[in-house]
């Protein structure tokens, strides 16, 4: 409850250096004490909690919590808070408790403010037409679908009525500085709204803005930072002088030294680091670290950008309209250069520059390669490749998100329906290819791009291990739990439990989906079925809880196809024959990756070892530095998982001998 203040406190602050134009617009709480306000201008309706705490600053240093040299304007301060050193003034604010707010230039909102909700991001295309409304618990999906499903105009309209009614139900006269939070050396600060446990240090400007920290995901904003137009969601550290206007920082991102980003969206652990960015969508782990870096009018996911990575979407004409796609798991050497328009496929790593247009999105796990003015295409040949599965490996390890309740729902399978799919269709038109242009081709020509027919070759063989592969670790997972049975037994177990999953997946910018269950989704927006953003991310939850099910829905349907026979037809023989096809695949490939992780140790990669002594010197220099290669954490991690899966296909075939029995 709070009360006026009475004549002897009003008389105490007043010869404490406080001044009012009217103290009866000031009200406190029953337990107030005067003396922990001096040198303090108010006016406004002023309301203040109680005193009785101390704070603790860097080196040791501390404070006891109370309001000192600073002018209030219209706040609600909570208990236990610290205001010091206000150069201006601090205007209509709810401060809750424990809540620190020293050496700042000012805090302030005007007007009706929504806080970056509502504010419209113009991706991919610079120039407009794809822009998505960001609100505080925009996914990457949902993302998604506003920016690259224009043609559905009905559910465009409806989402963004619906982030327009959310961005009106937080909009307010008054910003929020929740509990805990903390904000020192700071300079200007207008239409901020600042979670828990946030931590603000040495910003230079902040304009209308959330940070959505919280206890278990704090955010960190640090020193010299720019923000205008933005909303940071838990868990997010942006500091060392970076600079965002019009963008939507996602969980566990991590945007630093002196990075730069404008009119873009960062998703789930994405980090930006000296570089910048203008009109992008970075779905979850687009990863750039270097100066010369610049990403531009794109989507990406799962990206690794090299130095000097580069994209034109000029081409003098019409404007800035051109817009490219870098599917998952890409990679750009350092100095790579792709003319916009363009869409690489998932897992490709580009090397050199690109002029051509080419679409890859059909030939995934491979390279593009810049040879004179052509861009070359070696089908399959990441599959091999150490650095792929590393990737994918440390993803889940380097997840940042602890907030509990998570945006982005992120399948990390690097083999699933939807790469999976793309490699059957990659196979057919490698064949085509070979059949129409015949066996003595100097090259075959695709989508703008050169494959050498060696290459072809290798692609087509590289695809079939990965399929069988694939196929083979679904078929195990299903039956991972059957016990000794009579063939019936076996077929009811190889049924699906449900018809979702058959036909075409896709990649929601991390969310892994049957193409069906997305279309039922746009389709239920559209008619109103799904009416509110909480019905949408909880149709994301669905499709991403359910993958499991869905995904053997539709590789049962694969191996039915590909063995040409129905589940009605298998027998336990046709399950050892599939395990001992999946035993060699999964083998040859991570022997293949053994293969390539072992020319890290090569002699050549040993040059500038022992730098001042003898080949021997060398070697123990390296040895030294990056151990011995078969104590490498990778290399016994491949060598006991081609022992694990060995074992795991041999009990599966013991299991369906003694059924055969």
Same mark, same amino acid.
């Given at each position: ?63 006891? #919590? ?6 209030? $304007? ?66 990457? &999906? ?8 224009? $043609? ?169 309209? $051109? ?97 999976? &799919? ?130 053997? #829905? ?16 298998? #027998? ?90």
């Amino acid at each position: 409850m709070y009360r006026k203040l009475k004549d002897d406190e009003i008389d105490a602050l007043t010869h404490q250096a406080c001044r009012c134009d009217d103290w009866t617009q000031v009200e406190v709480d029953e337990r107030f004490d005067v003396k922990y306000i001096r040198n303090t201008n108010f006016s406004g309706e002023v309301r203040i909690g109680f005193f009785d705490g101390e704070v603790t600053f860097f080196g040791g240093v501390k404070k006891h #919590t109370g309001i000192f040299n600073a002018t209030i $304007h219209n706040c609600t301060i909570g208990n236990n808070v610290y205001i010091g050193q206000v150069r201006n003034y601090i205007a209509n604010y709810t401060i809750e408790d424990n809540v620190v707010i020293e050496n700042v230039d000012m805090l302030a909102v005007e007007g009706v403010c929504s806080f970056g909700n509502g504010v419209e991001i113009s991706v991919l295309n610079e120039t407009g037409g794809r822009e998505v409304p960001m609100y505080d618990n925009l996914s990457a &999906h949902l993302a998604y679908i506003l920016a690259l499903y224009r $043609h559905r105009t009905g559910v465009i309209d409806r989402i963004t009525a619906m982030i327009n009614d959310y961005a009106r139900s937080v909009s307010s006269d008054k910003g929020v500085i929740c509990r805990y939070a903390r904000l020192t050396n700071c300079r200007t600060l207008r239409n901020l709204r600042v979670g828990e446990y946030a931590r603000l240090d040495g910003i230079y400007r902040v304009t209308n803005g959330t940070i959505n920290s919280n206890r278990e995901a704090p955010v960190y904003f640090g020193p010299g930072v720019i923000a205008d137009n933005f909303i940071a969601c838990s868990g997010t550290e942006i500091s060392q002088g970076s600079e965002i206007f019009h963008t939507f920082v996602g969980q566990g991102c991590v945007l630093g030294k002196q990075y730069s980003a404008e009119h873009s969206l960062f998703f789930a652990n994405c980090q930006g680091l000296h570089g910048e960015a203008c009109a992008i969508f970075a779905g979850p782990y687009t990863v750039t670290h270097h100066k010369s870096t610049l990403l531009i009018s794109g989507y990406f996911s799962f990206l690794n950008a090299g130095s000097g990575s580069n994209q034109s979407n000029h081409k003098y004409k019409l404007g800035p309209i $051109h817009q490219g796609i870098v599917e998952r798991g890409s990679k750009t050497t350092s100095d790579s250069y792709i003319l916009w328009p363009a869409r690489v496929g998932a897992f490709t790593l580009v090397m050199g520059r690109h002029y051509k247009h080419s679409d890859t999105s059909d030939i995934p796990f491979s390279y593009l390669i810049e040879s004179g003015d052509d861009s070359v295409l070696v089908p399959g040949v990441n599959l091999r490749s150490v650095g792929t599965v590393r990737d994918a490996q440390k993803w889940p390890r380097r997840d940042k998100r602890t907030d509990p309740h998570k945006l982005d729902f992120i399948n990390f399978n690097l083999l699933s329906p939807y790469t999976v &799919h793309r490699m059957i269709k990659a196979v057919d038109i490698l064949r085509t290819l070979k059949k129409i242009s015949g066996d003595t081709s100097d090259f075959y020509s695709y989508q703008s791009a050169k494959i050498k027919p060696r290459a072809l070759e290798n692609g087509l063989k590289l695809y079939d291990i990965a399929i069988n592969k694939f196929l083979g670790n679904s078929l195990i997972k299903r039956l991972e739990t059957l016990q000794n049975g009579d063939v019936e037994t076996l077929r009811e177990r190889l049924r699906p439990d449900t018809t979702v999953g058959v036909g075409e997946w896709l990649d929601l910018a991390g969310l892994i989906a049957p193409k069906s269950e997305v279309e039922r989704l746009l389709t239920d927006i559209e008619t109103g079925t799904v009416a509110s953003l909480d019905a949408i991310t909880a149709r994301f939850a669905e499709m991403y809880d359910n993958y499991y099910t869905c995904e053997w #829905t539709w590789a049962i349907r694969e191996i039915q196809q590909k063995y040409g026979k129905s589940i009605d037809e298998f #027998t336990a023989d046709d399950v050892v024959r599939i395990v001992e096809i999946w035993k060699e695949s999964v083998v040859s490939l991570d022997r293949m990756l053994y293969d390539d992780a072992r020319k890290e140790f090569a002699l050549h990669s040993r040059t500038g070892f022992g730098i001042d002594g003898d080949d021997s010197a060398r070697d123990d220099d390296f040895e030294q530095v990056r151990g011995e290669f078969e104590q490498n954490t990778f290399v016994r991690e491949i060598t006991d998982h081609i022992r694990r899966k060995t074992l795991l296909g041999d009990e599966l075939i013991g299991r369906m001998t003694r059924t055969n029995q």
